[in-house]
């Protein structure tokens, strides 16, 4: 029974590359969420999404940042040409969307991006 | 707008209760406490959640004032593996977004 999955662990780029990280849902949920954690913060909301919709995105940033979720294969969080302030962990959520809004989160292990 | 707050840390005795408080002063009535822990370089995990009454699960204890303005978490007998960074966050229940503030680091001595 895999819980929440996240690739890369790790993810190293430079400035102006574009990094995509990736989120497999447990088994059987089909809500997903991003939060990103910046050094020393708690962990921030930035986008909930249900299969091939999204259904909020007010706390990612207006530029350069995208999710998906297709109706086949894991979610994407994309980020285009990457700044130094890009730097966090980005860690997703999944849950199976039974009771409204409050069904547990589980959170994956997270992706901490490293911008040089 | 910080809807909780939490000691920055505490320090806690192997084997000992750890008892863990957090304010909300201005919680609404529809809204449910809730926490979650963070171990170093892993993602937040779900302890307990409750809206007026005392909760217990194989993890924790959760206790509410009568008047909801303030909770106790207790981990009963705490272990090495406890040490973390525990959330206290309070959400309406149909309110999908977590928000997580700076928690209170505790860390479980031997």
């Known amino acids: 029974n895999a819980g929440v999955m996240q690739n890369p662990r790790h993810l190293v780029r430079r400035r102006g590359q574009e990094a995509r990280l990736r989120c497999s849902p447990m088994k059987g949920h089909s809500h997903v969420y991003w939060y990103r954690q910046l050094p020393e913060e708690g962990l921030k909301f930035m986008v909930y999404l249900q299969k091939e919709n999204i259904i909020d995105e007010s706390g990612m940033p207006k530029e350069r940042f995208s999710a998906e979720f297709p109706k086949e294969g894991p979610s994407i969080l994309r980020i285009q040409q990457v700044v130094r302030g890009d730097s966090a962990a980005y860690f997703c959520?999944?849950?199976?969307?039974?009771?409204?809004?409050?069904?547990?989160?589980?959170f994956g292990p997270g992706t901490r991006l490293t911008v040089l | 707008d910080a809807k909780t707050t939490q000691p920055p840390s505490m320090d806690c005795a192997e084997g000992r209760a750890a008892n863990l408080p957090c304010n909300h002063s201005?919680?609404?009535?529809?809204?449910?406490v809730y926490w979650y822990r963070q171990i170093h370089s892993q993602g937040p995990q779900y302890i307990i959640h409750g809206l007026k009454n005392n909760e217990t699960n194989e993890m924790a204890s959760l206790i509410i004032t009568e008047d909801r303005k303030s909770s106790t978490l207790i981990l009963p007998h705490a272990t090495l593996r406890d040490t973390a960074v525990y959330y206290c966050i309070v959400r309406v229940f149909s309110d999908y977004k977590l928000s997580f503030g700076a928690g209170t680091t505790v860390t479980v001595r031997a």
């Open positions: 201005t919680i609404s009535g529809n809204e449910y």
């Open positions: 959520a999944s849950s199976d969307g039974t009771s409204g809004g409050y069904n547990e989160q589980f």
